[in-house]
């Protein structure tokens, strides 16, 4: 089987510890991939893929995934104390509990989520399998497997229909007629 990703974009969050459970719950990982490593420095995390023995180079860098890492204060639903009623003068507005609770963003393109291209299109994998334990955000993909285009959208944590329109681009009959042609300039080496 073979893949490659040819666009990416992602919104995702979801808290640390749901990382880092789902890791440690031994997900089955595509058969390129021999096991994960997770490395957090300061406020980002990498996972990356560690290769099978024999299928790439040990001096390959494989591919990873890059999430940033903030502390988001959490809180439990409000206290009911009538329909939208905000509380009478005099009374103390009672706390609402909450909890400082680490989350895990990837977010941004391809370059930014999904590094190296060694194992690249099996980490896209790994990317879409942490994309449906997400509550939070939106994953869109452009990716060839087996030869064959394919469109990948989760929004939420929930798999939805996609995909690939092609469109014509902008051609020299779109081009403004008063404007410059910066690539066939004689004035520009």
């Known amino acids: ?10 919104t995702l969050e979801l808290p640390l510890e749901d ?20 490395t957090r420095r300061n406020n980002t995390l990498i996972i990356k893929s560690v290769a099978r023995e024999g299928a790439v180079s ?4 494989t591919a990873q995934l890059k999430a ?29 509990p909450s909890e400082l609770v680490e989350f895990a963003a990837f977010k941004g393109d391809r370059e930014t989520v999904l590094q190296n291209t060694a194992l690249q299109f099996p980490m896209f994998e790994v990317l879409c399998a942490i ?7 939106t994953l869109t993909a452009i990716a060839e497997r087996d030869g064959e285009l394919e469109a990948t959208k989760i ?14 681009g902008p051609g020299k009959e779109s081009a403004p007629a008063n404007g410059i042609n910066w690539r066939d300039n004689k004035f520009i080496s």
């Open 58 to 61: 040990k001096y390959t860098p």
């Open 68 to 96: 940033s890492v903030a502390e988001t204060r959490v809180y439990e639903e409000e206290p009911e104390t009538g329909p939208g009623a905000p509380p009478a003068w005099g009374e103390e507005e009672e706390e609402i």
């Open 1 to 10: 089987m073979s893949g490659r990703v040819y666009q990416l974009h992602s």
């Open 155 to 168: 929004v939420d944590g929930e798999k939805r229909p996609a995909t690939v329109e092609v469109v014509e």
């Open 19 to 38: 990382v880092t459970e789902y890791f440690e719950s031994d997900p089955e990982l595509p058969e390129q991939i021999e096991d994960i490593d997770i």
């Open 131 to 137: 994309a449906q334990q997400a509550e939070k955000g």
